[in-house]
């Protein structure tokens, strides 16, 4: 019997729907085998799998906890290179999302494609309902759900940053979160939020605040990024929604949010004092104090201590040439979140924890299986 994959590169679609269909009444083994398949192929050709990703939606709601995981996968693969191939299943992922009885990794992968998905089609897919779904998610236990999540809101944000002007006290109240990728992705949607629409920062102030703080220097960096953003608050010329500078030394944005400059200061001082001054927060915590316009923007030198390994990628010769990391001018801007946030996540990541293949769990490296689902390293 032809496997799927060759189906795909044959580019038979009949074909493929039809296998899709034999399957779903077999064995659970071979179901999960078919969608891991499915995966691989969507790794090197998404296109191709997501013009079949109607007739992937019925392994959603199989009876085996594995296959429902992988199917999610599967569009998360797609929506990943392909999110517009993704918009048409949208409904069926949110009811993944939305079941408060389904395993909780798939509801997170279900949010992971659907906030890939919203960065296609905003008005399609960031629906109220999915952004209530994705907050009230965001409470839950489990570190991975709230990371998916988080991971969502922030793309929901780069596709359209108005669908959360509303929610900026809501993500304020999680920037406390015990994960760093959490604190991350939602400090980045508020940044998004603030490059539009900076006024709307003000709720999430002392929460910003509180993460100049912050052990990582990537959260530590959005927040001066979105506490720079803030004091432009009073200048809507200084906003991606306008054009130009700050007309008479920002004095207005300053007195309009009280203690900002002061903030940066004590932001700048923490860098120089912890030696781990990165291009990625020193760069931020500069374009904070040039925002506020009457504090030294050379406050903050380039640290001549060794901020340890830079991961390949981030701030190497193969970052983008926009890349915010050492780009001052894409700091403070939509792109310069949508550049740099990959790879700032990667950077995160524990060096000695890999992801699981089967759902996604870190496992740290002296684990012979994973903790989650029971799979072998």
Known sequence: MTDITTLLDRDDTDAVRARLADRR??????????????????????????????????????????????????????????PERVVPVREALAERLADEDEFYYVRARAAEALGYAAVADPAAVASPELLADLRIGLAFDDREVREKLAKALEHVALGDPDRLRHRVADLAEHLD??????RYHLLAALVVVGCVDPERLTDARPALVARLDDESPYVRGRAAEALGLLTR????????????????GAGAAIGTVPGVADDLRAAARVEEADGDATRFVADRVRFALASAADVDAGLVQE??????????GVFGDDAPEDDACGD???????????ATSEAAV????????????????????????????????
Not at 233 to 248: R, S, V
Not at 303 to 312: I, L, V, Y
Not at 328 to 338: H, K, P, W, Y
Request: net charge negative; charged share 35%; with cysteine.
């Open 177 to 182: 979160d015990d994960a760093e990728t959490v």
């Open 233 to 248: 608050a009073d200048d809507p010329e200084e906003t991606e929604d306008g054009a130009g500078g700050i007309e008479d």
């Open 25 to 82: 009444e077999g064995d659970a083994r071979e179901r999960k085998d078919l969608l891991r398949a499915l995966r691989s192929a969507a790794e090197d050709d998404p296109a191709a799998v997501g013009r079949v990703a109607d007739a992937v939606v019925p392994y959603l709601t199989d009876p085996d906890r594995a296959v429902r995981l992988s199917t999610a996968k599967v569009f998360v693969a797609v929506a990943e290179r392909c």
């Open 303 to 312: 640290s001549d201590a060794d901020p340890g390994p830079e991961p390949e």
């Open 328 to 338: 001052d001018a894409a700091v403070g801007t939509v792109e310069g979140v949508r």
């Open 346 to 377: 990667t950077a995160i990541r524990r060096p000695n924890e890999t992801r699981c293949p089967h759902c996604g769990t870190d496992v740290p490296d002296t684990a012979p299986i994973c903790p989650v689902c029971g799979s072998p390293r």
